[in-house]
């Protein structure tokens, strides 16, 4: 199989569930279907416009209540633990992230065995008392707090997530809940012995399957991203795996690529030209489409950066730009913020990419897309403020006050 690099994109995109807009309303089991399909859900709070993981899934099954992720959580069909990065997880992925957690990373092992006293102080609170937040336990060492200065208690629940013994039960306000693991376990899996472990290099194996599935076909640079595994090894892992008939071997361009065999029929489809990108939409930043930027530059000429940690003075493209994709095409970016209390969406710019031509098309799809995310935060009036180029500011307008397309 050989792909060009639109093929490639339109690959992922099929893939990740973003060619075409869905054909029903989204119900419970669409959201779920969804994470399983990337494999993970890669969890953010900033809610400038919608927190990252609910907006992820906008982005793939359209107009959903944002509740059912939270019990999908809470009933144990998802579980919270670090992946590519904290990310919501499949629990019937639960055995691959075991083994990390009985392989502890040193530092967690290093604080675990040099403070003895508050983890017995923590785990004893949750076996009397259930479940709580980090925000229960009151502030006893004299320090302000703040990001960098966790207190002891805090760094306790974070250690003995990582640890496993812990675990995320539901979230209340988008703060942690943390539980007793077996207490968890018992609302997701009937039965858990972690003598069911995989080793670590059948995890590797698993999670390299994976990700190729997740990314549609992939160069073997792409693979450990997905997940943070770890990029020594990879390739020859990827020709493992491929001599043995579990990956197939493809091309993109001239470079080695591997699609997954569940991928075929798909690749098929793509490289007879009988599957086409239709779906115009925002991405989070934290989409597994963008959130690896070298890849994102690569295969869709995207040179993507967030800059909510950028100097305001700085900021080329604004505190919280969301990629545009339109029809199989990374064409630019927005920054946007949802007035939820105001009953507005602002945005506060909108930049096209070199060379993106201000079609009718295009501007029709932008503005239905930005109709769209605005109704399914409430916010039914939409505010856009200047573009680049400057008359797609207009254009939206236009369109959007119901006046003629451009």
């Known amino acids: ?45 900033i809610s400038v416009v919608a927190r990252s993981p609910y907006l992820v899934l906008w982005s793939r099954i359209g107009a959903y209540d944002p509740i059912w992720l939270d019990e999908l959580l809470a009933e144990g ?24 957690m009985l392989d502890k990373n040193e530092k967690s092992r290093t604080w675990m065995e040099a403070h003895p006293d508050a983890l017995e102080h923590v785990m004893e609170r949750i076996r009397e008392e259930g479940p709580v937040r980090s925000a229960e336990f009151a502030r006893t060492d004299g320090k302000a707090g703040g990001w960098w200065e966790w207190k002891p208690e805090k760094r306790a629940l974070e250690h003995l997530f990582a640890a496993g013994e812990l675990m995320i039960s539901h979230r209340e306000n988008f703060h942690r809940v943390y539980d007793l693991r077996e207490r968890v376990l018992a609302n ?42 770890p990029k ?22 001239d470079e080695p690529a591997y699609v997954h065999p569940e991928n075929a029929r798909l690749a098929g489809e793509i490289l007879s030209d009988a599957l086409r990108p239709t779906v115009t939409t925002l991405l989070s930043p934290f989409d597994p489409v963008v959130w690896d930027r070298a890849r994102a530059l690569e295969l869709f000429g995207f040179d993507y950066k967030i800059e909510v ?6 900021r080329r493209y604004g505190y919280y730009s969301l990629p545009i994709l339109h029809e199989g095409a990374l064409v630019g970016r927005l920054d946007a913020k949802a007035h939820r209390k105001d009953g507005f969406f602002e945005v506060k710019a909108v930049h096209l990419e070199p060379g993106v031509p201000v079609s009718d098309g295009l501007v029709a799809a932008v503005a239905g897309a930005l109709r769209d995310c605005a109704a399914w935060h409430g916010t039914s009036e939409v505010q856009v403020r200047r573009s680049d180029p400057p008359g797609l500011a207009e254009a939206l307008r236009s369109v959007l006050d119901g006046g003629k397309e451009t």
């Open 1 to 45: 199989m050989k792909f060009s690099r639109e093929a490639a994109r339109t690959m992922l995109l099929a893939a990740q569930g973003l060619v075409s807009s869905p054909e029903s309303p989204a119900k419970k089991e669409d959201v779920l279907g969804a994470v399983r399909r990337m494999g993970v859900l890669q969890i953010d709070s």
């Open 77 to 100: 069909s998802l579980f919270e633990y670090w992946s590519h990065a904290a990310c919501f997880v499949p629990i019937e992925d639960y055995g691959l992230y075991r083994r990390f």
């Open 188 to 229: 997701a899996l009937t039965t858990w012995e972690d003598a069911r472990a995989p080793t670590e290099q059948e995890v590797r194996w698993a999670l390299a399957l994976k990700a190729v599935r997740a990314l549609g076909v992939a160069e073997a640079r792409w693979v450990p991203d997905y997940f943070r595994t």
């Open 232 to 253: 020594r090894g990879a390739a020859s892992l990827l020709e493992e795996l491929a001599d043995e008939g579990s990956l197939l071997r493809a091309s993109i361009e």
């Open 309 to 314: 940690y950028t100097p305001a003075a700085r």
